[in-house]
């Protein structure tokens, strides 16, 4: 029911962690629907140098977690901005439908993380 | 890579000697159990011969066994066809939270149907209290479901009293036996069951057979309209090469009884204390104490079913869980949720069921693959870093 590459990276999960020096932070989800995605970046001149993730959910849930990382590294926040839950489902050749809705989080995580750099820099 | 089968629950193998049995009714004795000629007699040999393997198994009368499609098809007449035989005499219906879908979904459409339904709630091994039920019973009620034994998390119900307290308020009990036939000991004398549902591949039969045994007397009509087959009570040509192996996996299971038992509860055990003392935050569900041999499930802190499912299967280990994924609902199972166990742990089931044909050897496998899932699964999970601090502390 997986692509080739979902399994890819729900079995080899790309940047899974946390970052020391964060700037911004985004989570998703909650516990009782089974997924939550914890996205870290780190921002330097407008782009996103570093970036880390820790996700609590399915294979679906995991693999697009782990492709996002790979599609913003060294993106700048403007284009990371463009990036939605659908792009990275077609980046992974596509999810099973019933997973498009419960477990394709990650472009959500991102842009709080985004919006959480923004407000943190606004601060200083 | 190794194959480990770990879900017998699902489904199990079909035994070679069940198989060989069945070989013979698609070749040769094909003919119509309804003809009367030789080919038909011999199919229908077969078929009486079957029915006296599977009486054998739970103590019935050959003739109060009647062949199905499987255990749903059971369950479906069961609890459809009983209610609407008897709904002069009352309207009202009772069963469980945990039972299997195959009951539910049929109480649910009765409900639907202008029915009075109630589902009981269980306590936190998946037991049904006997209070519970005494107490939702009224002089409406024709008809009591509860499952034998529970499909996810193995519990077995005091079905003998339950019926007892049922028959005593005038309603007829059922059981869908399918997770116990052939598993452990099941008598519908010593149960006191009026109608139990079986099915042949769990107990190393065939798929697409099954058997409603309806104790002599009960009033119930039949759900599949057509033909005079199965004594009237169930339209449709039979399965025989179906029904004889459901009939010599029976005489099988009952060969090998004690047997197996003794061997699975103690592979069982073997495989439940090493989990319990390789993998830290983990919740055994179930009743410890009165379960289905060989039948383990767990619910592991802070990681998803369906991750651990893929994980193991990546390794070779087949399994199942109750997470929302793998049912394919937003829901985790109705089971777990029933037990009072919270959501988040709920997405986080495993349910490994070994088989006659699991090997100590295999349970080691498992036990060495396990832990290490979990574990990565948890490196990856937000959740686990809150308990990093709990942990320090102890």
């Known amino acids: 029911m997986y692509s080739e590459k979902v399994l890819d990276h729900f079995m080899n999960p790309r940047n899974v962690g946390e970052l020391n020096a964060a700037n911004g932070v985004g989570e998703v989800g909650n516990a009782v629907c089974g997924d939550i995605m914890h996205i870290e970046i780190l921002v330097k001149d407008n782009v996103i140098e570093d970036i ?11 693999a697009t977690s782990s492709m996002i990382t790979e599609l913003v590294k060294g993106k700048t926040l403007e284009e990371a901005e463009q990036i939605t839950n659908r792009t990275v489902a077609e980046a992974l050749d596509g999810l099973p439908p019933v997973k498009m809705h419960c477990s394709n989080l990650a472009a959500d995580a991102l842009h709080e993380a985004i919006k959480n750099y923004r407000i943190k820099q606004a601060a200083l | 890579m190794r ?23 698609y070749t040769h004795q094909y003919g119509n159990p309804s003809s009367i000629y030789s080919q038909g007699r011999e199919a229908r040999k077969g078929l009486e011969k079957a029915r006296q393997q599977v009486a054998g198994l739970i103590n019935a009368h050959p003739q109060e066994i009647f062949f199905t499609s499987g255990g749903t098809e059971a369950d479906n007449q069961a ?9 002069h005499r009352g309207r009202h219906l009772i069963t469980s939270a945990v039972e299997h879908h195959a009951v539910l979904a049929a109480c649910e459409y009765l409900h639907k149907n202008g029915f009075e339904l109630t589902v009981l709630p269980v306590n936190q091994s998946g037991l049904v209290k006997p209070d519970v039920l005494k107490k939702a019973l009224t002089p409406d009620t024709t008809l009591v479901t509860i499952m034998h034994a529970n499909n996810e998390v193995g519990t077995i119900q005091p ?6 307290i049922a028959h005593e308020a005038g309603a007829a009990f059922h059981t869908d036996a399918v997770q116990s036939v052939g598993k452990i000991p099941v008598d519908v004398d010593e149960l006191g069951v009026d109608m139990l549902s079986a099915s042949s591949h769990k107990l190393y039969g065939p798929k697409g057979v099954g058997c409603l045994f309806i104790k002599k007397g009960t009033k119930i009509g039949k759900y599949l ?9 169930r339209g449709g040509t039979e399965n025989v090469p179906g ?29 439940q204390e090493g989990i319990r003392e390789k993998i830290p935050h983990t919740i055994f569900t179930g009743d410890l104490a009165n379960r289905i041999p060989g039948h383990v499930s767990v619910c592991f802190e802070f990681v998803e079913g369906e991750s651990i499912l893929l994980m193991l299967d990546s390794y070779g280990i087949m399994a199942s869980s109750g997470s929302a994924c793998t049912s394919g609902a937003l829901e985790p199972s109705h089971v777990l949720l029933a037990m009072g166990i919270p959501h988040e742990i709920a997405h986080g089931s495993l349910r490994l069921t070994l088989g006659k044909d699991s090997r100590e ?9 396990l832990p290490e899932v979990v574990d990565r699964l948890r490196t990856m999970s937000p959740l686990s870093n809150q308990t990093k601090g709990e942990e320090a502390n102890v």
């Open chain 2, 225 to 233: 309209h057509g033909g005079s087959q199965e004594s009237k009570m």
């Open chain 2, 243 to 271: 029904i004889v192996g459901f009939g010599k996996a029976a005489e099988l299971a009952q060969n090998r009884m004690s047997e197996h038992w003794a061997y699975l509860t103690r592979l069982g055990k073997k495989l």
């Open chain 1, 52 to 62: 880390k993730f820790k996700t609590f959910g399915c294979a679906a849930a995991i």
């Open chain 2, 79 to 87: 609890v459809i066809s009983y209610m609407i035989s008897n709904a």
């Open chain 2, 3 to 25: 194959e480990i089968y770990m879900d017998h629950s699902a489904t199990t193998p079909v035994d070679e000697a069940v198989f060989e049995a069945m070989i013979p009714y």
């Open chain 2, 159 to 164: 079905i003998k009293e339950l019926a007892a």
């Open chain 2, 361 to 369: 050897e295999d349970v080691d496998y498992v036990l060495e693959v």
